[in-house]
Nanobody, 124 residues
Framework: QVQLVESGGRLVQTGGSLTLSCTAS????????MGWFRQVPGKEREFVAAINWSGGSTDYADSVKGRFTIFRDNHKNAMYLQMKYLGPEDTAVYYCAARDYYSGSVHAPGRNYWGQGTQVTVSS
């Protein structure tokens, strides 16, 4: 079992920047494919960004391309989401997701480990 803990969510103004962090309680952190999803009330959780076990491959939702950057530090058991040019449409609870690398990307069909989420609110 992998436990994921997100942090860094807060209130930020439109146009601002924010970096979210996700730490994992596992000795096999570098064996995990990881990513970020977000959810607003009344809507389904949506994919934001994914990163492979080494950090050498990333993928983004069209809505965040060019604004968000996902990266990881396997020595620190941590993954991050750097967000720039934030707008009210980015307001959501952001969830960290992970799965064993051999199960594919976190936004492919399959089961993920999930964190508890961190709230990001962008004021207009």
């Amino acid at each position: 079992q992998v436990q994921l803990v997100e942090s860094g969510g807060r209130l930020v103004q439109t146009g601002g920047s924010l970096t979210l962090s996700c730490t994992a309680s596992t000795r096999a952190f570098s064996n995990l494919a990881m990513g970020w999803f977000r959810q607003v009330p009344g809507k389904e959780r949506e994919f934001v960004a994914a990163i492979n076990w080494s950090g050498g491959s990333t993928d983004y939702a069209d809505s965040v391309k060019g604004r968000f950057t996902i990266f990881r530090d396997n020595h620190k058991n941590a993954m991050y989401l750097q967000m720039k040019y934030l707008g009210p449409e980015d307001t959501a609870v952001y969830y960290c997701a992970a799965r064993d690398y051999y199960s594919g990307s976190v936004h492919a069909p399959g089961r993920n480990y999930w964190g508890q989420g961190t709230q990001v609110t962008v004021s207009s």
